[in-house]
């Protein structure tokens, strides 16, 4: 058994608009990762499941080491088809916004779900949800959005409803929120729900070599690249810092996804206990902050970044160029120095 950590109110309010909407929309948030595909994919299937008329839209591409997941060619990515993605939005009765706080984590998306005269359900585990849904089941100390899905499901009482295509889903995004099971995943209850859907049928080790263990040539050597010749190392502030431009990106024939998990690689160094990503995009420098024990990524993130996240993942966006942003990042290491001296005692 787990613990009720929704509140029952949050369940019931669920339940009622499910009994009375059909038409229902899911919504991710921007650059969607495993868990915000694997919680969109796993209530998508279940919605389906209970008979219910289900579309997931996402504001832009996904990472092709998700694109296995069944459900996935029924995505709907609004830049590719903006109009159409409205009009569904429009026409829905229900939309369940999963892995994000605020509208602004929509990207070209925000205006339309603002606009949607739907009932709206917020299912997430980031600090400060902003109030624009109608129902909001937001628990920070969870793991991951995926965990929640489950959660929600178990305690209307549909456990049987969800099929294999659902649970796959919801340990995919289980698995890369963790980083493998590599942080915020020293609770037990995490692995009773792995053990109930294994129970549904689902193969890990299979799931875990789809998503992080098949690679192409390319992904290889960009990663090898960064690295080799793109990764520095601040020893007396006990950090790592990888960076990546747009040019460095194309000389490797940057796919989406390719740089997954490059910002834990420099946690394996002895010492290294917080570590940095900088890719820079079209218009800005996507960031991605690691860490181990107790170093508050997420603090920096928030602090200097514009984003947030959680305690050892975190992420943000930076307007300017990547001179600029690692003159900031060398600046700032010194005032968390009392987190990082500690952690390395």
Same mark, same amino acid.
């Given at each position: 058994?787990?613990?009720?950590?929704?509140?029952?109110?949050?369940?019931?309010?669920?339940?009622?608009? @499910?009994?009375?909407?059909?038409?229902?929309?899911?919504?991710?948030?921007?650059?969607?990762?495993?868990?915000?595909?694997?919680?969109?994919?796993?209530?998508?299937?279940?919605?389906?499941?209970?008979?219910?008329?289900?579309?997931?839209?996402?504001?832009?591409?996904?990472?092709?080491?998700?694109?296995?997941?069944?459900?996935?060619?029924?995505?709907?990515?609004?830049? &590719?088809?903006?109009?159409?993605?409205?009009?569904?939005?429009?026409?829905?009765?229900?939309?369940?916004?999963?892995?994000?706080?605020?509208?602004?984590?929509?990207?070209?998306?925000?205006?339309?779900? &603002?606009?949607?005269?739907?009932?709206?359900?917020?299912?997430?585990?980031?600090?400060?949800?902003?109030?624009?849904?109608?129902?909001?089941?937001?628990?920070?100390?969870?793991?991951?959005?995926?965990?929640?899905?489950?959660?929600?499901?178990?305690?209307?009482?549909?456990?049987?409803? @969800?099929?294999?295509?659902?649970?796959?889903?919801?340990?995919?995004?289980?698995?890369?929120?963790?980083?493998?099971?590599?942080?915020?995943?020293?609770?037990?209850?995490?692995?009773?729900?792995?053990?109930?859907?294994?129970?549904?049928?689902?193969?890990?080790?299979?799931?875990?070599?789809?998503?992080?263990?098949?690679?192409?040539?390319?992904?290889?050597?960009?990663?090898?690249?960064?690295?080799?010749?793109?990764?520095?190392?601040?020893?007396?502030?006990?950090?790592?810092?990888?960076? @990546?431009?747009?040019?460095?990106?194309?000389?490797?024939?940057?796919?989406?996804?390719?740089?997954?998990? @490059?910002?834990?690689?420099?946690?394996?160094?002895?010492?290294?206990?917080?570590?940095?990503?900088?890719?820079?995009?079209?218009?800005?420098?996507?960031?991605?902050?690691?860490?181990?024990?107790?170093?508050?990524?997420?603090?920096?993130?928030?602090?200097?970044?514009?984003?947030?996240?959680?305690?050892?993942?975190?992420?943000?966006?930076?307007?300017?160029?990547?001179?600029?942003?690692?003159? &900031?990042?060398?600046?700032?290491?010194?005032?968390?120095?009392?987190?990082?001296?500690?952690?390395?005692?």
């Amino acid at each position: 058994m787990i613990s009720k950590i929704i509140l029952e109110e949050c369940i019931q309010q669920v339940s009622k608009l @499910l009994d009375k909407h059909d038409n229902i929309v899911i919504v991710c948030h921007v650059s969607p990762d495993g868990d915000a595909i694997g919680s969109s994919l796993g209530l998508y299937h279940f919605l389906e499941e209970i008979g219910k008329r289900v579309t997931v839209i996402v504001p832009d591409s996904l990472p092709k080491n998700l694109l296995f997941l069944k459900g996935v060619k029924d995505i709907l990515t609004y830049t &590719r088809y903006p109009e159409y993605a409205q009009e569904l939005i429009e026409q829905a009765e229900l939309i369940f916004c999963l892995d994000f706080n605020a509208l602004s984590r929509l990207g070209d998306l925000e205006e339309p779900i &603002r606009k949607a005269s739907a009932k709206k359900v917020m299912i997430d585990h980031h600090l400060c949800p902003e109030p624009f849904c109608d129902v909001i089941i937001s628990h920070p100390q969870v793991s991951s959005t995926c965990e929640l899905v489950f959660r929600l499901i178990c305690r209307m009482g549909m456990f049987e409803y @969800l099929p294999l295509k659902s649970a796959n889903a919801i340990y995919v995004g289980m698995m890369t929120d963790t980083g493998n099971f590599t942080y915020n995943s020293n609770k037990p209850e995490m692995y009773f729900i792995v053990g109930e859907l294994i129970k549904k049928g689902i193969n890990k080790d299979d799931l875990y070599t789809k998503v992080c263990n098949t690679n192409s040539l390319n992904k290889l050597r960009l990663n090898g690249f960064a690295i080799h010749e793109k990764l520095t190392v601040f020893e007396p502030h006990h950090t790592a810092m990888i960076t @990546l431009t747009k040019d460095e990106l194309k000389r490797f024939h940057y796919q989406k996804g390719d740089s997954e998990g @490059l910002v834990n690689v420099p946690l394996s160094i002895p010492g290294v206990v917080f570590s940095a990503f900088f890719r820079e995009e079209d218009d800005f420098i996507k960031v991605s902050l690691r860490s181990k024990g107790d170093f508050p990524a997420n603090k920096v993130a928030e602090e200097w970044f514009n984003g947030g996240g959680h305690l050892n993942a975190a992420g943000g966006e930076f307007y300017g160029t990547m001179d600029e942003i690692i003159t &900031r990042f060398v600046k700032l290491l010194p005032q968390y120095d009392a987190y990082l001296k500690t952690e390395t005692n």
